[in-house]
């Protein structure tokens, strides 16, 4: 094939694209607009080529655009990302963006090529998924709490039984509402966080408080593992107790879980900067490379033959995620394979 | 002597093993499916109230602040019960704890307890 027909070739694929593909220059100038962005966005190319790609953002996007320009001129790659843009009729819509760079025949970054593919129904519907997740839970919740009441009653009473078949029945009952009761209420925060409605009760803490009580837990759960606590001085931190403790919980047995020949788990606390970290690191299977900055996200679960004996819909993380970062802190890993993971969550002393 | 708790509840297979786990406890108690008879004004005040918060007609959080607002129970300890999270809702009728659903017997028997005793 010539040049030329090659060149023919890549823009008529680009042309009859249904996604939106734009170059715009180092100034976020308008270079090219095919007949997809034509489409979403509502301007003829010949309306908009030379004008700023600023025409079709919110207001409030614009400085995120530009330090994601700065990244690529600086060969950092932009991870695909979700925003809101403007058609000409001021409609908003929602979209996937991939950002890459255009280069000169020298190879320097000369202007920056934006695919965008609209993701309005797809929004709209994880929505709608999300609010019948919220109700058929809460639904569930009633139900619940009477099976729940009523094996509490039950178990009193088969206490002092002759007959030890029933009351181990009875207590195997309570167990499974306990697994049904906290199924329903992963469910019910994971929508709450993807809707924005993760409501924190903010008071002073005391995390190694927590985290004490919360190891002779985990101590009950395993005895291959010994669960070491090395707490630092730490002052009182604002959080929500129940969150932060069930995130931390959830780090703890994953550390369990995922260590399956036993060995140590060690739980470090100490004051940082502006702060807490907590560490919690084991020495099993470790994550991969490839799925590391996959675990935060929703229903992920690792692939390995352990993993698939683990119960759970993958859930986990993604919260322990939200909760942290509705704190103003964070989580992050450090993992080889074979080798262990640590996680390192952090918490700011003022989350204003 | 007796304390007397006055349950609020609509849902007949909620408030049945309620009302064992605290009689099992050494409590007297009545309940009512609605907040009709508290709203009238007929009834014997008790020593502390348990209210839903998702009642036919009038919402538990109304019959709360009924309540407070009565010079005559404003000193009763009234504790709202919800399926959803309603810590904050609660304060704001003046109510002087919440539990959220699903919770066990030993949380209800402890939370009650903890109020009677102040």
Redesign the interface.
């Given at each position: 094939m010539t040049d030329k027909h090659t060149q023919y070739l890549l823009a008529s694929i680009v042309e009859s694209s249904q996604d939106s593909i734009v170059t715009i220059d180092l100034n976020r100038v308008v270079t090219s607009w095919n007949r997809g962005a034509e489409n979403l966005y509502g301007y003829k190319a010949e309306d908009i080529i030379g004008r700023p790609l600023e025409t079709v953002m919110l207001p409030a996007d614009i400085k995120d655009l530009i330090n994601k320009v700065n990244n690529i001129i600086q060969e950092i790659t932009v991870p695909i990302y979700e925003t809101t843009r403007l058609h000409k009729n001021g409609r908003e819509a929602d979209l996937e963006i991939m950002l890459s760079p255009v280069r000169d025949a020298t190879g320097a970054v000369i202007g920056i090529s934006t695919i965008a593919r609209d993701i309005t129904v797809r929004k709209m519907q994880e929505h709608q998924k999300d609010e019948f997740i919220a109700v058929a839970s809460h639904e569930l919740k009633t139900p619940v709490t009477s099976i729940k009441a009523y094996t509490g009653i039950l178990l009193e009473q088969v206490e002092n039984y002759a007959d030890e078949t029933i009351a181990s029945m009875v207590k195997k009952l309570d167990n499974q509402v306990d697994r049904l009761i906290q199924l329903i209420s992963t469910l019910l925060d994971a929508t709450r966080l993807a809707a924005g409605e993760m409501l924190l009760d903010i008071e002073p803490v005391d995390l190694n408080a927590i985290i004490t009580e919360l190891v002779e837990d985990a101590k009950l759960l395993s005895d291959r593992h010994s669960i070491i606590f090395n707490a630092g001085h730490l002052k009182r931190v604002p959080a929500d107790k129940r969150l932060i403790g069930q995130v931390i919980n959830n780090i703890i047995s994953n550390a369990i879980k995922y260590s399956p020949d036993g060995g140590e788990v060690i739980i470090t606390t100490l004051e940082t900067n502006s702060g807490i970290q907590v560490s919690v690191q084991d020495f099993g299977i470790g994550i991969p490379e490839a799925e590391k900055s996959k675990i935060f996200g929703r229903y992920f679960r690792v692939r390995s033959q352990l993993a698939e004996k683990q119960q759970g819909i993958g859930l986990g993380l993604y919260i322990t995620a939200g909760i942290m970062r509705q704190h103003g802190g964070d989580i992050f890993v450090e993992s080889t394979e074979e080798l262990g993971s640590t996680f390192y969550l952090t918490l700011p002393y003022s989350n204003t | 002597m007796i304390k007397t708790i006055i349950i609020i509840e609509d849902?007949p297979?909620?408030v049945?093993?309620?009302t064992?786990?605290l009689k099992?406890s050494g409590y007297f108690v009545i309940t009512y499916f609605s907040g009709e008879r508290i709203l009238n004004n007929d009834f014997v005040p008790p020593d502390i109230f348990i209210i839903d918060k998702q009642l036919p007609m009038v919402d538990g959080l109304d019959i709360c602040r009924h309540l407070k607002q009565n010079e005559k129970t404003m000193h009763i300890p009234v504790i709202m019960v919800s399926?959803?999270?309603i810590?904050?809702l609660a304060k704001h009728a003046m109510a002087d704890d919440a539990l959220e659903?699903?919770?066990?017997?030993?949380q209800?028997r402890d939370i009650v307890a903890m109020h009677l005793i102040k």
């Open positions: - | 849902d297979a909620i049945e093993p309620m064992i786990a099992n399926a959803t999270p810590k904050t659903k699903p919770f066990t017997i030993k209800l």
